[in-house]
């Protein structure tokens, strides 16, 4: 039937079906991460600590660029580790070309005089490589057997180290990851909301992952390394702008195991403002696809089972959610006169309910108003989808970016962000508007299958464009 249709009705037709269908297969893999969490138990191994004498080398890896607000809390954070002094080195990566250099130097300085960890200063001259250039620079100078790794908006608590390593009694752990907390998740709706997608991801996904022995990806913070497992999967790596991901999973599939342990939270900042949750979410977001371009047919060959790459190849292509959302609600405004699509419509959009049950299920484990939240967390995304899709697209293709830090909330006060580009949100409002007339004009002819739709694209795409051009 679809060959007899006229292009403009048989195009849009393939391109929302194809749209629906990728989300409606990864809300299936999110139900069956969810139905996972919630029949394992005591899914954390419980190994007995050992006292002092038994405790190995560690270093502190911190990776720093340009972080004046927020770096000297981070380091009386790591110097109050109760972890032995005499075993222990702290490696400040930085890449600062700012007052951040200066506030390390009178750091360490004022603390030499003390019974402290050896500290070491790394600083390359130059940002080849970002983040991973700087671990990998680190790598090739600690003493240490095992890397404990925090970003600059960090705050470890003292007995992290202790409550880690044990699981590395487990000569097949490669790195172990624990939970973020959020310093600042009431500060405004868009910290509540981020608040609210990463307690899903740490709640549910990451038990599931680590209960089934599926691909579980290293943070990029809050966690430990083993040194020799970092060798043996290549080193980190720049080819990607999430080194973090791309790392965990080359590892895995040497056949190293990566422990998930939610019993120990690391809290952390969360973007305050609009233009940092972009900065953000667009480097995650591209940086998936393209560790998706580089290692899905890796994944594939495993000798894992076809669950367990399922599980693999939908958290490698997560990212993907945002241009099949996109491209299918685009492609739905030219559906809109054929009344004979309504049924495909509404059946589509109600593929997605696994979604939703996955957020009720981490709204009610974290204790957060769940209806409430969903919409508006759905809402967000779905105004953020466009620059997300440019983002996901330009990963899948292999354009490469620079990696773009995330401005902290103390510097939104004081220009920080001055110099970046910034984001009209004019594209946002035009979309924002053309979706809002499409919602009128279902309602005033009967044709509702897409009305769900439009109608929270238009409140997300007009909220995102207002958040944009007001700057915040």
């Known amino acids: 039937m679809i ?5 403009w009705i048989a195009l849009p037709f393939v391109l929302y ?3 629906m269908l990728f989300l409606f297969l990864f809300s299936l893999v999110q139900l069956d991460l969810l139905l996972i969490s919630l029949t394992c138990r005591n899914y954390t191994e419980k190994f007995t600590n050992t006292g002092n004498e038994d405790l190995p080398f560690v270093t502190i890896q911190l990776p720093v660029y340009n972080e004046k607000f ?13 972890y032995p002094k005499e075993k222990l080195e702290i490696q400040i990566l930085d890449d600062s070309d700012d007052e951040t250099v200066t506030l390390i130097n009178e750091w360490v300085l004022s603390k030499n005089h003390e019974p402290n960890p050896k ?6 001259g130059t940002r080849a490589g970002f983040k991973a250039g700087a671990l990998q620079e680190g790598l090739l100078q600690c003493r240490g057997s095992f890397i404990a790794i925090f970003d600059a908006d960090f705050v470890p608590p003292t007995d992290f180290l202790k409550k880690v390593l044990h699981h590395f009694q487990n000569e097949k752990v490669g790195a172990v990851q624990t939970r973020w907390g959020h310093l600042n998740e009431n500060q405004n709706l868009l910290t509540r909301l981020q608040a609210f997608g ?6 549910i996904e990451q038990p599931a992952r ?7 990806n290293f943070n990029g913070t809050a966690g430990i390394w083993r040194k020799s497992c970092i060798e043996n999967a290549g080193g980190w790596s720049a080819d990607t702008l999430t080194e973090d991901l791309d790392l965990s999973f080359r590892a895995q599939l040497k056949g190293w195991s990566i422990v998930y342990d939610d019993t120990v939270v690391c809290p952390a900042e969360l973007p305050a403002t609009i233009t940092s949750v972009i900065t953000q979410q667009q480097r ?5 696809a393209e560790t998706a371009r580089k290692l899905a047919a890796f994944v594939m060959r495993s000798d894992k089972s076809v669950r367990k790459k399922m599980h693999g190849l939908f958290q490698l292509g997560a990212s993907s959610v945002f241009p099949a959302l996109f491209i299918a609600a685009v492609s739905s405004l030219f559906l809109m006169p054929s009344q004979g699509l309504k049924e495909i419509s509404v059946s589509s959009f109600i593929g997605l309910l696994p979604i939703a049950l996955f957020y009720l299920a981490s709204g009610i484990k974290n ?8 919409p508006v967390f759905l809402m967000l995304n779905m105004g953020l989808s466009r620059l997300h899709t440019i983002s996901v697209v330009s990963g899948w293709f292999g354009k490469k970016s620079p990696f773009i830090r995330t401005p902290k909330i103390s510097a939104n006060k004081t220009g920080y962000v001055t110099g970046q580009k910034k984001m009209s949100g004019l594209a946002e409002g035009f979309l924002g508007i053309i979706f809002s007339v499409a919602s009128v004009f279902g309602i005033a002819t009967g044709n509702n299958g897409f009305l769900m739709l439009h109608l929270m694209m238009a409140c997300g795409f007009l909220w995102v464009s207002v958040l944009l051009l007001r700057g915040k």
């Open 17 to 19: 079906s194809a749209g």
């Open 210 to 216: 680590y209960c089934s022995d599926s691909f579980l």
């Open 3 to 7: 060959m007899q249709w006229p292009i």
């Open 119 to 124: 500290f070491s200063i790394i600083r390359r």
């Open 70 to 82: 927020v770096v000297e809390r981070l380091l009386e954070a790591v110097l109050l580790s109760d």
């Open 284 to 288: 995650w977001n591209k940086g998936g």
């Open 367 to 374: 204790k957060q108003p769940f209806l409430r939240l969903l």
């Open 198 to 203: 990463l307690d899903a991801h740490f709640t």
